[in-house]
Structures are given as structure tokens and as C-alpha cells.
């Protein structure tokens, strides 16, 4: 008889995270739906996904919801995808030293401690597949997303240092890098946005206020290149099920145009084309 694959997935309340879910659950695959908030979770287990807390920000949490993943499998994990994270929309001058701690626990601290976790379970059983959701923003830089791309710069460079030396352990190691997705992460990225950046205070007061209106105004339509989130799933179904996963995943047109961008243009080129997007 053959065991059911399992996979823990973290940031499952919506948008990627929770499509990859549902996708893989009717796949065949158990799933592990984790999400920060329990009302979130409860929502999750009514449509019939196993599901229960998981917050990147806290370290008892993480350690709790390996635990449960692990006692409900007795021992074994084939699969982490890493999707869980936040954005903190901000110029770079503006952000506090407070900023940067806090979306960098979630985004890369914890997503590491998590990840830590979980390794020995699937060294010991010979295999696993480990999946980490970067971004566009992982390859450029682009404004006013200071805080977000810095986290994901640090988790390629992580994720991929984690690939070689997983090199011989059966443990496989992806990168999936979505450009413009339909997500929650703009709506989410609000309270952070009104927690640390006091931009009436910015000398750049008058440019957040013509941009105020992309942060909180529902979007008109989808944007440039845009695909839904069953894209992302795609990609990361070939980097769990495929014999020889790679170790990156373009999503979206903006993806392979900018990772073409950055390996031929010049910066000063880069950056007048970034700044022009």
C-alpha cells in the first residue's frame, strides 16, 4: 500500500497559499494548511483541510505545529512549502530599525526556523522536498518595497546555499518566483504600512500622497502580466512530483523579464527600466 505524501504549508488563508492547498489536497496529497490566525484555521478545517496554527513570528508556535505535523504522520514529512510572509510598503529612508525587525522575522527568520525543524525528520527518512515561495522582488529591487525585497534578496541567497549543501541527502531544495499574482498581500500590507511609516513626516510627503490611493483603493482590474494563483501551484507541483525538480521557478512574464533584465543590462539600465515600471 502506498502512504499517502504529506506536505506543511504555511500562509493558507488565502490567496497562494491556500490554493496550493486545496490543489494538492484533491491531488492526493495530505495537507498540513497552516495559518497565523485560529479563526482562519477553523475556516479551513470547514471545507475539509487539515489545518491548525502555525505564526512564523513565534518560535513556541512553530515548534508546536511541527509537533503536530509530525505526531499526526508518525514522524515523516515529504514536504514544506515555505509561502507564508507580509509586506511593509515604504520608501527606504523611511522605515525604522523596527520595521525591518519585524518582517524579517516572519519572512525569513521563521520561514528558517521552520525549515530547521523539519530537515531532520526528512533526513531521516531519506528524502523530501523543501519549496520556498521568493518573488520577482527576489531578483530586483523595486520602490517602495524596501523592506519586502530585502527579505526575499536574504531568502534566495539562504535558499540557495541550503540547496547545495542538501546535495547527496535525497532532500531537494526549489525556489518559485511569482511576479504579479492576485493575492491579499497589498490589503495586508495596510497595518504595517500605518504602524511604522509616519510619511506625512517623509520628505517624500507628497509622493506618498499620490500613491496613497494604490494601497487602499480596491484594485481597477488586473494588473500587467498578471496570472492566478493556479500558476504558482503549477510550478510547485513540478518541484514536489517531478524526479529532477529545478531549482528555480519563473512565474509570470514579469518574472522571466526581469531575471533576463538583470543578467544582461547594465545597473544603471536596470535601474531606468525598474523606475520606469
Known amino acids: 500500500m502506498t502512504q499517502t505524501r504529506s506536505i506543511l504549508i504555511t500562509g493558507c488563508s488565502s490567496?497562494?497559499?491556500?490554493?496550493?492547498?486545496?490543489?494538492?489536497?484533491?491531488?492526493?496529497?495530505?495537507?498540513?494548511?497552516?495559518?497565523r490566525s485560529e479563526a482562519d484555521?477553523?475556516?479551513?478545517?470547514?471545507?475539509?483541510?487539515?489545518s491548525f496554527a502555525l505564526d512564523l513570528a513565534d518560535e513556541a508556535s512553530i515548534?508546536?505545529?511541527?509537533?503536530?505535523?509530525?505526531?499526526r504522520t508518525s514522524g515523516t514529512l515529504d514536504a514544506l512549502y515555505n509561502n507564508g510572509a507580509f509586506a511593509c510598503p515604504g520608501?527606504?529612508?523611511?522605515?525604522?530599525?523596527?520595521?525591518?525587525?519585524?518582517?524579517?522575522?516572519?519572512?525569513?527568520?521563521?520561514t528558517h526556523d521552520l525549515t530547521r525543524r523539519v530537515i531532520p525528520a526528512m533526513r531521516a527518512?531519506?528524502?523530501?522536498?523543501?519549496?520556498?515561495?521568493?518573488?520577482v522582488l527576489g531578483l530586483v529591487g523595486m520602490r517602495w518595497r524596501a523592506a519586502y525585497v530585502s527579505t526575499k534578496f536574504a531568502l534566495e541567497g539562504l535558499t540557495d546555499v541550503l540547496r547545495v549543501?542538501?546535495?547527496?541527502?535525497g532532500i531537494h531544495v526549489s525556489l518559485l518566483e511569482p511576479g504579479p499574482i492576485p493575492t491579499r498581500i497589498r490589503e495586508n500590507s495596510i497595518p504595517h504600512f500605518e504602524r511604522w511609516i509616519d510619511w506625512k513626516a517623509s520628505p517624500r510627503?507628497?509622493?506618498?500622497?499620490?500613491?496613497?490611493?494604490?494601497?487602499?483603493?480596491?484594485?481597477?482590474?488586473?494588473?500587467?502580466?498578471?496570472l492566478p494563483c493556479s500558476a504558482?501551484?503549477?510550478?510547485?507541483?513540478?518541484?514536489?512530483?517531478?524526479?529532477?525538480?529545478?531549482?528555480?521557478?519563473?512565474?509570470?512574464?514579469?518574472?522571466?523579464?526581469?531575471?533576463?533584465?538583470?543578467?544582461?543590462?547594465?545597473?544603471?539600465?536596470?535601474?531606468w527600466l525598474i523606475a520606469r515600471s
Open 205 to 226: 510627503a507628497e509622493e506618498y500622497r499620490s500613491l496613497l490611493h494604490r494601497l487602499y483603493e480596491p484594485k481597477q482590474g488586473p494588473d500587467r502580466f498578471e
Open 15 to 35: 490567496g497562494i497559499g491556500l490554493d496550493a492547498a486545496r490543489s494538492l489536497q484533491a491531488r492526493g496529497w495530505r495537507v498540513f494548511a497552516t495559518c
Open 165 to 169: 549543501e542538501m546535495r547527496g541527502t
Open 91 to 110: 520608501a527606504a529612508e523611511d522605515l525604522p530599525r523596527g520595521a525591518l525587525r519585524e518582517i524579517f522575522e516572519v519572512n525569513l527568520f521563521g
Open 125 to 135: 527518512q531519506g528524502h523530501g522536498r523543501i519549496v520556498n515561495c521568493s518573488s
Open 41 to 50: 484555521c477553523a475556516r479551513l478545517r470547514g471545507e475539509g483541510l487539515e
Open 63 to 71: 515548534e508546536r505545529a511541527v509537533a503536530e505535523a509530525l505526531g
Open 232 to 271: 504558482v501551484t503549477a510550478k510547485l507541483i513540478h518541484a514536489l512530483e517531478s524526479p529532477r525538480p529545478k531549482g528555480r521557478y519563473y512565474v509570470t512574464q514579469a518574472t522571466h523579464l526581469m531575471g533576463l533584465a538583470r543578467r544582461i543590462l547594465p545597473t544603471a539600465a536596470l535601474d
